[in-house]
């Protein structure tokens, strides 16, 4: 089980206090100790120029008694200060000096401090060299004071410190993981609430007052997410519902039919007739089904694979030309306005046009004109379908190309559209990199597609 995110704080601080507690207590013990030994060396040489002093003055073997009466008055009884004498004449001498101070002082001679071992203590030290006066001859003072108590004194500060660091990293350990319970207190009471959101009520949402500004975003994105979450279901009951009525109305219809005919005998030609009407609804239904294979393969990320580089408004006039019974019938012209040569795939492009165009015709009176504007900006190519008719108002625009969305489900010609003309329509842009639109100004209706050019892109062919 994967710790929580108080305790893994709380291991962080004591990780980070440790650290700095450690460099704190090394940088104080080092401090300590200069200063330590500054001090030995302050009393190092106070006491040895004392004792230069007194022997300079006493230059003869009479009153050299009086110097190792001072030496010795102001010799500690501990031992933690000691004095030597050492010269030529062992009569002008004081204090036995080891072998390793007197070969050190024949060799280097009066050096500056330095260290030796005395009787397994640790001894701190300078040497003075005495020029020679009256009997006495050069001779060389040393004074040493005793390290021991200053290294002893500093391995304590030493463990105290170290006790001190592990006592101060367990203290902000614990108050760390105290301080991180209180902070993440909000996430726990988000997680609580975030459980209690139930699916029977899609409308719940996280409240963002309480919480401090880095959850109120991240709430404020899950909300959002919700908010799509609640559009995607309520479009997909809306869908399901949809395509139940789309489905039952012909299915009804070819039941209905049925029944009828097997209620008594029929001609055969009768017979014919049912079969010719039941032909139409299952056409229907075949559309239908076929349409949404269509639309789940683009909302799986089908792309258009079989492009060629051609007119764009020659397609469009060839599909005019389908549609030319229609258009008698129905008492409108189209008029296609501008080019632009583009990449694309024929069979998509097409019918995306004649769903424009379709539409088009179903909400124009007779007399009217359609006009399909094509023109390029760039790389993107715009192909727009205007026809004069009844304003749509700006709610309905958004959905127009929603599937099985009608913004008058009691329009003219509905029975023969299902709906999904114009989602094909976005179907087809997308599969081709663009985009749909919709407008509705002067009493004019624009409704189109944009494609992406992509004739430079491998797998283009020319046309």
């Not at 004649?354 to 124009?364: D, G």
């Not at 087809?428 to 892109?457: I, Y």
Request: aromatic share 6%.
């Amino acid at each position: 089980m994967r710790a929580s995110i108080a305790t893994r704080l709380a291991v962080m601080f004591a990780v980070a206090s440790l650290g700095v507690f450690s460099l704190v207590g090394i940088g104080l013990q080092r401090v300590l100790h200069r200063e330590l030994v500054h001090h030995q060396l302050r009393e190092v040489n106070t006491r040895l120029e004392y004792a230069g002093m007194v022997v300079a003055r006493n230059e003869s073997l009479e009153r050299w008694q009086t110097v190792r009466a001072k030496l010795e008055a102001i010799t500690p009884l501990d031992g933690s200060v000691r004095f030597w004498v050492v010269g030529p004449d062992t009569r002008f001498e004081y204090g036995d000096a080891p072998s390793a101070l007197r070969e050190r002082l024949s060799t280097r001679g009066a050096t500056g401090p330095f260290e030796f071992e005395l009787q397994g203590h640790a001894m701190r030290a300078a040497s003075r060299a005495i020029a020679p006066h009256g009997e006495r001859p050069t001779v060389h003072v040393i004074t040493a004071v005793d390290s021991t108590r200053f290294n002893d004194t500093l391995n304590s500060f030493a463990g105290a410190l170290v006790a001190l660091c592990l006592a101060g990293a367990a203290l902000v350990t614990l108050l760390g993981h105290r301080i991180a319970k209180v902070g993440l207190a909000p996430v726990s009471s988000l997680s609580q609430e975030a459980q209690s959101l139930s699916p029977k009520d899609l409308s719940q949402r996280l409240r963002l007052s309480p919480l401090p500004r880095e959850l109120a975003d991240l709430v404020s994105s899950f909300n959002g997410a919700l908010d799509r979450l609640e559009r995607a279901y309520a479009q997909l009951e809306g869908f399901n519902a949809d395509v139940a009525h789309e489905l039952r109305t012909p299915l009804t219809n070819l039941i209905g039919q049925t029944q009828v005919a097997l209620a008594k005998e029929r001609t055969a030609s009768q017979l014919e007739e049912v079969l010719q009407s039941n032909l139409e609804e299952l056409d229907r239904l075949r559309a239908i089904v076929n349409d949404m294979l269509f639309l789940a393969r683009a909302d799986q990320g089908e792309k258009a694979l079989d492009r060629v580089h051609t007119s764009a408004a020659e397609e469009v006039s060839k599909t005019v030309e389908f549609f030319d019974a229609l258009l008698d019938e129905a008492g409108v012209s189209v008029r296609v306005e501008g080019d632009a040569q583009a990449s694309f795939e024929r069979s998509l492009f097409r019918r995306a046009a004649s769903n424009l165009l379709l539409n088009a015709i179903e909400h124009s009176d007779r007399g009217a004109e359609v006009v399909v504007a094509i023109t390029r900006q760039q790389a993107e190519v715009r192909v727009a379908v205007t026809n004069p008719g009844t304003p749509i108002p700006e709610q309905h625009l958004e959905r127009l190309f929603d599937r099985f969305y009608r913004v008058d489900g009691a329009r003219r010609n509905s029975r023969d559209n299902h709906g999904l003309g114009l989602s094909i329509v976005k179907a087809v842009a997308k599969m081709h990199g663009g985009a749909v639109f919709a407008m509705s100004t002067g009493g004019r209706n624009t409704v189109g597609f944009t494609l992406q050019d992509t004739a430079a892109s491998p797998g283009a062919t020319p046309a």
